[in-house]
């Protein structure tokens, strides 16, 4: 027994990318839209991430008065990743990034602002824009999601995975899938990817991405990688496997420390004490492969009042002070103690870095792990989110973006810019959509 659904365009994942996608696409009233999706419950890693939007040339820096272009975005996340072979992606998602971040506030009312108060690695103007109250991707990918459920031309099918590729002549013509026991045959124009990288799937980070050892997995166990398996057959090319969007400052509570606290002052040491890297040195994701180099994959973050005060503006602070994972200690021998770090070592690691300011007692502090939260490599797309193969040519009827696709970190980990994660994904899901809708 199987049911035939026939539509214009069948979207794989309801996360960042797909929903972007099917969103901008059914602007058409005329376009009918089926959006698969394996688990709601589950969730997706645009909603468990930190809803920051990396967007240059906004109006949200105007009046922040900082200036800056798509152009300017796009130089510093290739500097940071050195890939030059994606300028072509890098510039058409960067392209795309304020209007989005202004459709989303403006049309679809979600409130966001740019954080001047979230300084990252490679950034060179403030361009992370999030919401005033910085709740994270939660509510933002809620309200999208049920803006989208209410469009009249679209289904969303909850609890319904993907579960391949219908392939005719090499075209792709639509997805088969399972829901509630039933197979699904949907037949579709266009048929768009967005079901995610594979960092829950340990089969194929043991084949891409060994030498990242057992890491803790920060995101959602949905982002197996199903696509991959779909696509190689297909003769897909398989860019960037080795790179993940890493983190060095994931809490032994799994949470999230801000990521801005080097740029506040705060210092890293090991289990000893020694003080092994400038803090500001590396983005979250390079740092995570120094921590991993430490005793026991470890660290502790030491930073005070001063830094606490801005950095608590942040769903990460709350949730890493509400799981237990954040401390405080009044003087330096009493953090020594609790740290059982000899206290002249301690006090020699804190001594601040030329040009960096010295912190003042009491102290706040977080042992500290590396994790993965997502993959950065996955199948070549061009700018327009058609697939690539091996030869170049690209695979009819087939769109893909967000995680399945080619991340823009480049080879390493350490490449990745903060905001690239969905900035790949709706900015991707906003080209194929937009494409989509107006018949191209
Ligand atoms: C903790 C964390 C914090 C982050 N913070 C940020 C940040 O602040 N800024 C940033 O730019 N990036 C951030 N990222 C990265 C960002 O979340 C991802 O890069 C982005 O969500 C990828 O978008 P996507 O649409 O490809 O995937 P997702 O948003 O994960 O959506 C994929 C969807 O596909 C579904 N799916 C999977 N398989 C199937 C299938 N077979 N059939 C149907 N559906 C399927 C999943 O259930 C999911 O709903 C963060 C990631 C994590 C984990």
């Not at 991430?49 to 009046?63: C, D």
């Not at 300011?357 to 977080?366: D, G, M, Q």
Request: hydrophobic share 40%.
């Amino acid at each position: 027994m199987h049911e035939n659904i026939e539509v214009d365009v069948v979207v794989g994942g309801a996360g960042a990318c797909g929903v972007m996608a099917a969103l901008r696409a059914s602007e058409d009233p005329d376009i009918v839209v089926a959006v698969l999706e394996k688990s709601m419950t589950e969730g997706c890693n645009a909603g468990v991430s930190s809803g920051s939007l990396a967007a240059g040339g906004t109006r949200f820096q105007e009046a922040a008065g900082i200036d800056d272009s798509a152009e300017r975005h796009a130089d510093d996340i290739l500097a940071a990743s050195g890939d030059e072979r994606h300028r072509e992606l890098v510039d058409a998602l960067c392209g795309v990034a304020a209007d989005y971040v202004h459709w989303v506030a403006d049309d679809l009312g979600y409130p966001m602002d740019v954080g001047t108060d979230m300084a990252r690695k490679g950034m060179s103007v403030p361009r992370l824009h999030a919401d005033p109250a910085r709740a994270g991707g939660g509510p933002l990918m809620g309200h999208l999601r049920r803006l989208l459920a209410d469009r009249p031309n679209v289904a969303v099918l909850d609890e319904a995975p993907v579960t391949g590729l219908r392939v005719e002549d090499g075209t792709v013509v639509g997805v088969r899938a399972r829901q509630g026991g039933h197979d699904l045959v949907v037949s579709a124009d266009v048929t768009v990817l967005a079901t995610d990288g594979f960092a829950g799937n340990r089969a194929l980070m043991q084949e891409f991405c060994a030498e990242l050892g057992d890491p803790f997995h920060g995101g959602v166990s949905t982002a197996t990688g199903d696509a991959i398996g779909w696509l190689r057959p297909l003769g897909a090319e398989l860019r960037n496997m080795g790179a993940c969007l890493r983190h060095g400052q994931v809490t032994l509570h799994g949470t999230r420390v801000n990521p801005a606290l080097p740029w506040l002052g705060a210092v890293l040491v090991n289990r000893d004490g020694e003080r092994f890297v400038d803090e500001q040195a590396n983005g979250y994701s390079g740092l995570a492969g120094v921590v991993q180099g430490q005793p026991g994959e470890r660290a502790v973050m030491i930073w005070d009042d001063e830094a606490q005060q801005t950095a608590q503006h942040s769903e990460m602070m709350r949730e890493s002070e509400s799981a237990g994972a954040l401390r405080r200690a009044p003087d330096i021998t009493s953090l020594a103690a609790a740290l059982r770090i000899d206290r002249s070592v301690l006090e020699a690691s804190l001594q601040p870095l030329p040009g960096r300011r010295a912190l003042v007692a009491p102290f706040h502090y977080a042992w500290l792990t590396h994790g993965v939260l997502t993959t950065q490599g996955g199948v070549a797309i061009d700018p327009h989110g058609r697939v690539l193969r091996t030869d170049g040519t690209s695979i009819e009827g087939l769109r893909a973006g967000g995680g399945v696709a080619v991340g823009l970190a480049g080879t390493q980990s350490g490449g990745y810019s903060s905001g690239n994660g969905l900035l790949s994904a709706f900015g991707m899901g906003w080209i194929i959509g937009n494409e989509i809708s107006s018949g191209r």
